[in-house]
């Protein structure tokens, strides 16, 4: 394999060790250099040889137990990237319920004027993609979501916001995503959610993974389910080739509003 074909591996600290892919961004997606790193960050979590294993946007972290390990699975991690293999997992297919503009998207109609759009069209945009879950950061339970419309890419504000109420929806360049907490932020708010993203009391914390999918939909009421009287809905996809096979359930929504 070529070497501009092949991700950079160099140590951090005296136990760690930094799989950087930043580089293959022109000759691979996002998603499949993301489904490599998932892959292999599964099979280091499946080992004793770490203290932790930390995904990132384009990267991959290895915190080791004993420094000793480390040229053993530098020369792993050239292999296993070598012998290419995308991540399969199941992933879900997450619905997020979201009001737009108002007191809940400040920013929308800045927005749309930014882009010479109406409030609908870029609402309509938005919540017409089906966007991958890349990694979790910034905060517990934050996802950084790809596939954003063109279409909506919008610089960040020029002055960040002290504080940004938990469950906004907002555009930041080329990326939207979801605060799970109330933080400082400098993203345009387009909208906000009810639905929880993270609970450190739950089983898994968070409740969005890499790999999963979000879809945003579009509601009169910030405490409106997406689909009329129904749950809202989470599929498991148990085939990402195969979209029929899916099994439906409930994910857990919080109605209160974080203070702003």
């Known amino acids: 394999m070529s070497d501009d074909l092949r991700p950079k591996l160099f140590r951090l600290g005296e136990k760690a060790l930094v799989l950087d892919c930043?580089?293959?961004?022109?000759?691979s997606s996002k998603l499949e250099i993301q489904r490599q790193i998932w892959h292999?960050?599964?099979i280091c979590r499946t080992c004793g040889d770490f203290d932790d294993v930390v995904p990132g946007n384009n990267n991959l972290t290895l915190f080791f137990k004993d420094s000793k390990k480390i040229p053993f699975w530098s020369n792993q991690i050239n292999t296993l990237w070598s012998n290419k293999r995308l991540q399969d997992k199941p992933g879900k297919l997450i619905q997020i319920p979201v009001q737009y503009g108002g007191e809940y998207g400040p920013d929308l109609n800045a927005v749309a004027e930014y882009h010479k759009l109406t409030v609908q069209e870029v609402i309509a945009i938005h919540t017409s993609t089906q966007y991958n879950v890349l990694f979790l950061g910034f905060q517990?339970?934050?996802p950084y979501l790809d596939g954003l419309d063109k279409r909506l890419f919008t610089p960040r504000l020029a002055t960040p916001r002290l504080s940004i109420p938990a469950g906004s929806v907002g555009i930041g360049g080329e990326q939207?995503?979801?605060?799970?907490?109330?933080?400082p932020g400098g993203w345009q708010l387009i909208g906000r959610s009810s639905?929880?993203?993270?609970d450190a009391t739950s089983e898994h914390g968070a409740l969005l993974a890499p790999g999963d999918r979000v879809q945003f939909v579009s509601v009169l009421s910030?405490?409106?389910?997406p689909i009329s009287e129904q749950p809202i809905s989470v599929q498991v996809i148990s085939d990402l080739s195969s979209p029929k096979h899916t099994i439906s359930k409930p994910?857990?929504?919080?109605?209160?509003?974080s203070s702003r």
Not at 22 to 27: E, F, I, N
Not at 195 to 198: M, N, P, Q, T, Y
Not at 251 to 257: C, I, P, Q, T
């Open 22 to 27: 930043a580089g293959l961004s022109g000759s």
């Open 140 to 142: 517990p339970g934050f």
């Open 40 to 42: 292999i960050a599964d």
């Open 251 to 257: 994910a857990k929504a919080s109605h209160k509003e």
């Open 176 to 183: 939207t995503g979801i605060y799970p907490a109330q933080s």
């Open 195 to 198: 639905l929880a993203l993270f």
């Open 222 to 225: 910030i405490s409106e389910q």
